[in-house]
């Protein structure tokens, strides 16, 4: 498990490639969310604007390489998918491909944020996307948050305009932070107090 002596690295991984997509914009709260916490790292991945191979292609590319790199070194990763056709997205598809084997995921938590049109929100995409994390050896945390109805939900310029939403958005990072701080730091110090041989105080 990937962890800072200076802080905790949160990644997050944008599952759209539209111009001005609606699952940037709910992924920009959730980021303003975790910079609110002392000591938090956030950095946002773009896999559509990557050139990342197909399956199979090249998967030791530098971009797949440097992509990977970028996940393994994260203590948390969030995966952001539109829904399309009841599934996420191809780009995030394309992103777990190339995390290479085993998979930059694996044993790191996870947390899933799913956007649609319509109004039952993207609850198919996230049950399958949880499916595939957890094949991959990550922990999917049980809060997923999916945003229905988005394009009432932010305007343009990327505000929510929905109250409720936005805690709900806002939820995804407090319980990650909570996860973190409960179960990631303190076996972190512990490990350092063992490898180190410092006596706890």
């Known amino acids: 498990m990937a962890f800072e002596r200076d802080g905790i690295r949160i990644v997050l991984i944008n599952g759209s490639a539209r111009p001005g997509n609606y699952t940037g914009k709910a992924l920009a709260v959730v980021a303003d969310e975790f910079q609110k916490h002392e000591g938090v790292t956030v950095v946002t991945l773009e896999p559509g604007l990557l050139g990342l191979p197909l399956p199979g292609v090249d998967p030791g590319s530098e971009a797949a390489r440097g992509f990977a790199e970028q996940v393994a070194s994260a203590t948390a990763v969030v995966l952001a998918t539109p829904e399309y056709h009841g599934m996420f997205s191809s780009v995030i598809k394309l992103a777990i491909e190339n995390m290479g084997f085993p998979s930059a995921l694996r044993g790191k938590p996870v947390a899933l944020l799913g956007v649609a049109s319509g109004a039952i929100g993207a609850v198919k995409s996230l049950e ?61 110090t512990l490990e350092r107090v063992l490898r180190e041989g410092l006596t706890a105080v």
């Open 128 to 188: 399958a996307l949880r499916g595939v994390v957890s094949h991959v050896g990550a922990l999917a945390l049980p809060l997923s948050i999916s945003v229905a109805n988005v394009q009432q939900v932010f305007d343009a310029e990327g505000r929510c305009l929905d109250q409720a939403s936005e805690r709900h958005i806002r939820r995804l990072a407090t319980g990650m932070m909570e996860y973190v701080h409960g179960h990631i730091c303190p076996a972190v």
